[in-house]
T-cell receptor, first 114, second 114 residues
Framework: AQSVTQLDSQVPVFEEAPVELRCNYS??????LFWYVQYPNQGLQLLLK??????LVKGINGFEAEFNKSQTSFHLRKPSVHISDTAEYFC????????????FGRGTSLIVHP | ETGVTQSPTHLIKTRGQQVTLRCSSQ?????VSWYQQALGQGPQFIFQ???????GRGNFPPRFSGLQFPNYSSELNVNALELDDSALYLC?????????????FGPGTRLTVL
């Protein structure tokens, strides 16, 4: 089985500052990794995914994440945030070659202040 | 291209009642997954349907059941509602057969059990 730990439940940051949302995972098999964003009263939208290949993954809205196998981490970063990035962010892991059903973390609330 | 839609948007039920939630898949998709997202938590996998058959199930009791129809739309049924069933229920559709099948989420149905 896989599991995900999002180390921060809430991350406050000022507009135009950089941000990192931390995610660690646990799995005994190869995995796929994902970051999703959820805006208030909406469903989840995929920001980016790691399936294989380059460990630095670029996604939508200027976000990127780096897969670190030795540290079992998949931290999400953005060099300069906007007010509109205020949302809930979920890290997820799925067993590669399986049914691709993701296991989600508890989420990190990103709050961007003007 | 029509995205994933869910109905109703909100629903209030009392303990012991039964509820049916509906989901229409994104055009061209053949698989539907259902998730429960309790307040302040990440989504938890309930089950997945592929070609009208259950294709995987999470740790949910049998009073959670589902259907997938020939047009790939789906229903989630919950019997004997409990207070802890209050949550946002998310539906996600995908296309099985590709090397990786991204799940596209609907906006969810907010269920409140009193």
């Amino acid at each position: 089985a896989q599991s995900v730990t999002q180390l921060d439940s809430q991350v406050p940051v000022f507009e135009e500052a950089p941000v990192e949302l931390r995610c660690n995972y646990s799995s005994s098999v190869s995995v796929y990794l994902f970051w999703y964003v959820q805006y208030p009263n909406q469903g989840l939208q995929l920001l980016l995914k790691y399936l294989s290949g380059s460990t630095l993954v670029k996604g939508i809205n200027g976000f990127e994440a780096e897969f670190n196998k030795s540290q079992t981490s998949f931290h999400l970063r953005k060099p300069s945030v906007h007010i509109s990035d205020t949302a809930e962010y979920f890290c997820a892991v799925a067993r590669s070659g399986g049914s691709y059903i993701p296991t989600f973390g508890r989420g990190t609330s990103l709050i961007v202040h003007p | 291209e029509t995205g994933v839609t869910q109905s109703p948007t909100h629903l209030i039920k009392t303990r012991g009642q039964q509820v049916t939630l509906r989901c229409s898949s994104q055009s061209g998709h053949n698989t539907v997954s259902w998730y429960q997202q309790a307040l302040g938590q990440g989504p938890q996998f309930i089950f997945q349907y592929y070609r009208e058959e259950e294709n995987g199930r999470g740790n949910f009791p049998p009073r959670f059941s589902g259907l997938q129809f020939p047009n790939y739309s789906s229903e989630l049924n919950v019997n004997a509602l409990e207070l802890d069933d209050s949550a946002l229920y998310l539906c996600a559709s995908s296309l099985v057969g590709a090397n990786y099948n991204e799940q596209f989420f609907g906006p969810g149905t907010r269920l409140t059990v009193l």
